[in-house]
């Protein structure tokens, strides 16, 4: 389990988010959601120790993260981002390849049978091996999503970390992504993931941690977090809720509000 206890993060002297605390479990999709700006991948960067807390802790399975080295956190966390950097001369291989850098010692650099493994298997699982010799500067964006994917992947790292994983990608690709994300948390992995849409993390999240007005609004189940009330503190425009048998649907009944949430 990763345990989020009265977390605070931060841009310079001011705070971003203060008194976040919620709990990702193993065998879950959690969805990180909130409007654009209040901090949802700085708290990802953060979890994966790229940004360092302003206050609070981070525990993976009841120890610290902070007394993790840096390769076994990167050996236990993999943070994917939907804009991820890469020399643009690298193939998809290469790029993948490079994930397995964590899982060898400085002193090691040939590539070991495990290596090819999980090589294959992330390019698989994300639909991209036929890509593989293929340089990235020749990807489309959507593309380029799916390698990402398959670098973290590659990583084989207990906790995903999904940052917008499916922007750029068209219904079909986006919703293998989303049904990838699900299977992998099946076999045990933590998967928290930075998504927009209401009816994607409804329909495939177990959990919910809504952030907004500098903190967190809710967590815990889709039907228990998506609330008239909570979007609307969210994301400052009115939407109704309706619950059916499948799950939520959400449509919008009001202009959006001029108020800023409360």
């Known amino acids: 389990m990763l345990a989020l206890r009265d977390v605070r993060i931060g841009r310079g002297p001011c705070a971003l988010l203060e008194h976040v605390s919620f709990e990702a479990r193993r065998g879950e999709v959690l969805a990180l959601m909130g409007a654009n700006g209040v901090g ?82 992330a390019l698989g699982q994300v639909n991209v091996t036929h890509l593989a010799s293929r340089q990235l500067a020749t990807l489309s964006a959507g593309e380029r999503q799916r390698v990402w994917i398959a670098v973290g992947l590659a990583q084989d790292a207990d906790v995903l970390l999904l940052d917008e994983p499916t922007s750029h990608l068209d219904v079909r ?39 907004g007005a500098g903190g967190l609004i809710a967590s815990g189940k889709p039907a228990d977090v998506f609330t008239t009330p909570s979007i609307k503190r969210a994301y400052s425009v009115e939407v109704e809720v309706t619950r059916y048998a499948g799950g939520l649907a959400f449509r919008r009944n009001a202009a959006l509000s001029r108020e800023e949430p409360a």
Not at 63 to 68: F, G, Q, V, Y
Not at 174 to 201: F, S, Y
Request: hydrophobic content about 50%; aromatic content about 6%; glycine content about 4%.
């Open 40 to 121: 949802k991948t700085t708290l990802l960067a953060s979890i994966a120790g790229i940004l360092p807390l302003a206050g609070g802790m981070l525990e993976l399975d009841g120890a610290p993260i902070a007394h993790l080295d840096a390769r076994t956190r990167a050996t236990r966390i993999a943070f994917i981002e939907s804009t991820s950097g890469a020399l643009e001369s690298l193939t998809v291989r290469e790029a993948v390849e490079n994930a397995r850098y964590p899982h060898h010692r400085w002193w090691e650099w040939t590539a070991k049978e495990s290596d090819a493994r999980a090589v294959e298997a």
């Open 173 to 211: 690709y986006a919703l293998e992504v989303l049904d990838l994300a699900r299977a992998l948390a099946r076999t045990g992995k933590i998967v928290i993931a930075v998504l927009h849409l209401l009816e994607e993390a409804a329909d495939y999240a177990d959990r919910i941690a809504l952030l």
